[in-house]
Each structure stands twice: as C-alpha cells, then as structure tokens.
C-alpha cells in the first residue's frame, strides 16, 4: 500500500505565496512521477503540475505556468508546490498523486492519491 501526505494548504491574501509539501511512503514502485492536481467546490479536478523521477523535467498547467514551481526533494519521495502570485482563482483542493508513467497530466495515468489540502485565497 502507498500512503501520500499533503500539508502547507491554508488561507492566504490574493498576491501571496504558499508552499505545498507531499510525502510518499509504503510500497511505491522503483521508479515513479508524482503531481499535482485540484479541485474547486462544483468543478472537475484539473492538472496543475508534474514532475518526473530524475527531478530535472517538469510540466505545468497553462494556468500556473510562471507562477508554480514544482521540485524534487532527495530522498526522491517528497515533492514540493511553490506557489507565487495566488489568486482567487486559485483557491481548491490540492491534491497530490504518483504514477508509474514518464511526466504525466491526466488524472487517469496516476496510481495513487492523497487526501487533498485546501489553499483558500481571499480577494
């Protein structure tokens, strides 16, 4: 069994900057990717970013693109969510999750996920 820990969600002012953390543990394969996604009350979870094993290549969501940064902490089983310039927009469930694939972006191509934390940007 793969457990992942999200933290670093919370309340911010629109301008500001949280830092999200996800820490995998258990039985995870060999190798892996890991990413972000999120979720707004009454819409679809959407792809935020992803990053592959090495830790050197990454892909963002256009909506995040220059703001987000997300990187790979050694051990290999924590990623991190920098996030700069948060909007109203912005403000979701986060959630993160590990796949057996290259650098992937849907949701269906991730074996794992975690319970979510929540960032809430207020205007």
């Known amino acids: 069994q793969v457990q992942l820990v999200e933290s670093g969600g919370g309340l911010v002012q629109a301008g500001g900057s949280l830092r999200l953390s996800c820490v995998a543990s258990?039985?995870?394969?060999?190798?892996?990717?890991m990413g972000w996604f999120r979720q707004a009350p009454g819409q679809e979870r959407e792809f935020v970013a992803a990053?592959?094993?090495?830790?050197?290549?990454?892909y963002y969501s256009d909506a995040v693109k220059g703001r987000f940064t997300c990187s790979r902490a050694t051990p290999k089983n924590t990623i991190y969510l920098q996030m700069n310039s948060l909007n109203s927009d912005d403000t979701a469930t986060y959630y993160c999750?590990?796949?057996?694939?290259?650098?992937?972006?849907?949701?269906?191509?991730?074996?794992?996920w975690g319970q979510g934390t929540q960032v809430t940007v207020s205007s």
């Open positions: 999750a590990l796949s057996r694939g290259l650098i992937p972006t849907a949701s269906w191509e991730y074996d794992y």
């Open positions: 990053i592959d094993w090495g830790g050197q290549n990454t």
């Open positions: 258990g039985r995870t394969f060999s190798r892996y990717a």
